[in-house]
């Protein structure tokens, strides 16, 4: 089976730019989470997705906004980048027990953004 | 809310030496936790989860942790390492609560192998 597949694995943008980073999900996985992570903040989740529809938010700004398609495959927007928005971007699925509360987050590879 | 604390930010180990790296939680309700390694410039791979059953979980690359919930502890261990193992590792909980508030992880702990 295949993993978690991110493109592009890196991106460099400028300071007000924005960015659409993509996530296709193991096969079979209908929830996908996106996480932020930096040297300083570590890794933080910013949003799961589930059956198309945001399910939950984490602690960021709405410059960061996600949506997933009826394949799965989720994209996350960044708009107005600021320096800070630099960070390694994973996306991670789980299998259908997830929902249930259970089971575990597959990660892939992530996207590097640099933001200059 | 919960809260994952990893005690050591940095571990350094000679090789074929044994390894603890600690994992303090806290949580209101039940949890799920896991371990996972990342290899420099790559994302995250699980060493392994504990859900439910028996408090001694083994994983992958001979690695295993003990779900203490008296102590809210949940530290990775290993016999034997290998400079293979020199990586970043992170200590993760999820409530039971249908997974919808994400993985919560711990700071990391940066295990490096010494000849």
């Known amino acids: 089976k295949a993993g978690v597949t991110q493109t592009p694995r890196y991106l460099i943008k400028t300071r007000g730019q924005q960015v659409t980073l993509s996530c296709s999900p193991i096969s079979g996985h209908r929830s996908v989470s996106w996480y932020q992570q930096t040297p300083g903040q570590g890794l933080q989740f910013l949003f799961e997705?589930?059956?198309?529809?945001?399910?939950n938010k984490g602690n960021f700004p709405g410059r960061f906004s996600g949506r997933q398609f009826s394949n799965s495959r989720s994209e996350m927007n960044v708009s107005t980048l600021e320096l800070g928005d630099s960070a390694l971007y994973l996306c991670a699925s789980s299998s259908p027990d997830w929902d249930r509360g259970g089971d575990t987050q597959y990660f892939g590879p992530g996207t590097r953004l640099t933001v200059l | 809310a919960q809260s994952v604390t990893q005690l050591d930010s940095q571990v350094p180990v000679f090789e074929e030496a044994p390894v603890e790296l600690r994992c303090n939680y806290s949580?209101?309700?039940?949890?799920?936790l896991f371990w996972y390694v990342q290899y420099p410039n790559q994302g995250l791979q699980l060493l392994l989860k504990?859900?439910?059953?028996?408090?001694l979980v083994k994983g992958i690359n001979g690695f295993e942790a003990e779900f203490n919930k008296s102590q809210t502890s949940f530290h990775l261990r290993k016999p034997s390492v290998h400079i293979s193992d020199t990586a970043e590792y992170f200590c993760?909980?999820?409530?039971?609560?249908?997974?919808?508030?994400?993985?919560?992880f711990g700071k990391g702990t940066h295990l490096i192998i010494q000849p």
């Open positions: 949580s209101s309700v039940s949890v799920y």
């Open positions: 997705y589930f059956s198309e529809t945001q399910r």
């Open positions: 993760a909980v999820s409530d039971r609560r249908g997974g919808a508030d994400g993985l919560t």
């Open positions: 504990y859900l439910s059953g028996s408090t």
